[in-house]
């Protein structure tokens, strides 16, 4: 377990909030791999802190689902299976497809503005192949939906099951066909927001997951 670095531990967040990142982050970009252990003693050398936050980060990434708790062998990265994988694109199509209702309903002129600036550099990121920036733009995009919905419990929510399949995003946006498909998607989503019809809003949000959920179906092998 060596892909780790010492924190800087002048950052202004709280220390057990800057090792709960640090581990969220190292798993969700496959520095720490699924099915990995991960111990106490190591980690907190590795990061230079004690052992209490990187046992209350344990925790709290187990109640995100990125960590699994064996009985009497200890923590290790969860390993989604592609079943995990259909079921939690299956409650996020529904719940983004309500977040995009409510957007469309609680909406201001600001909002607007930032939601086409994103969707336009998504889509510029996607022409120029720049997978990094499309999954940043891709994020940017869906959060502010999220955030336009105002509802906090429906936002925790869905950030939730994102990071649960971020590894599977990766693949997803870098097919090319794939993305240039999320293009249009996301634009049909602005526009039904953007005119304030929530019911189509309702409905491409949650088409737009449905494809998702297709696309790996159709190019996964279930092992």
């Known amino acids: 377990m060596d892909s780790l670095t010492k924190l800087n531990l002048d950052n202004y967040k709280p220390l057990r909030d800057v090792v709960f990142e640090n581990l969220r982050t190292a798993i969700l970009e496959g ?8 111990m106490e003693v190591q ?23 990125l960590v699994v708790m064996l009985p009497r062998k200890g923590a290790y990265v969860a390993n989604m299976s592609f079943k995990d994988l259909i079921d939690v694109l299956e409650i ?5 497809g309500l977040a995009a209702s409510l957007a469309s309903e609680r909406l201001r002129d600001e909002d607007i503005v930032e ?4 969707a336009k550099e998504f889509e510029k990121s996607v022409r120029e192949t720049d997978i990094d920036n499309v999954l940043k733009k ?7 939906i999220f955030l336009m919905a105002n ?3 429906l936002y925790h929510l869905i950030t939730s099951l994102w990071e649960q ?3 599977f995003r990766v693949t997803y946006v870098s097919n090319y066909e794939a993305s240039l498909s999320l293009v249009d998607e996301h634009n049909r989503i602005l526009e039904a927001i953007k005119a304030g019809n929530s019911e189509l809003a309702q409905k491409y949000a949650t088409e737009h997951i ?7 179906m159709e190019n996964t092998v279930n092992s």
């Open 31 to 38: 520095n720490l791999k699924a099915g990995q252990r991960l």
């Open 43 to 65: 980690l907190a050398e590795q990061l230079g802190v004690s052992r209490t936050p990187i046992r209350e980060a344990i925790r709290k990434l187990e109640l995100e689902g």
């Open 92 to 96: 996020r199509a529904s719940l983004e």
């Open 115 to 118: 939601l086409e600036r994103v």
């Open 138 to 144: 891709d994020v940017e995009f869906h959060e502010k």
């Open 151 to 153: 509802n906090k419990k």
């Open 165 to 167: 399949v971020h590894r």
């Open 210 to 216: 449905e494809l998702a959920e297709q696309f790996f």
